[in-house]
């Protein structure tokens, strides 16, 4: 995958638990957060919270939830825990290439 686009992105992983009390505090079930609309708002309203200060550059426009961490047992990363870029490439690559 190119980067052609002048965006930040960003992806993200859901805490499942963290999720669950949100969702059992707002008496509603989420099954899949990674593909729930209220979690996808929950998320973008915390980028857009923490990324108050940031340039206009510097804020990510655009995001994905990932279904999965990035973990050594996965192979998204190396025993010394840096990404494996082609691997996650490989598994996420149509994912993120819709942000760009």
Known sequence: MERT??????SSCPIALRFQRWAT?????????????RVRELIHQEIERESATFKGFERPTKFAIL???FTTENGM???TLKLKRNKVLERYGADLSRLY
């Open 5 to 10: 686009s002048p965006t930040t992105s960003c």
């Open 25 to 37: 505090a707002g008496n509603f079930t989420v099954h899949d957060p990674a593909h729930d609309d």
């Open 67 to 69: 279904a999965e961490d």
């Open 77 to 79: 990363l190396t025993p």
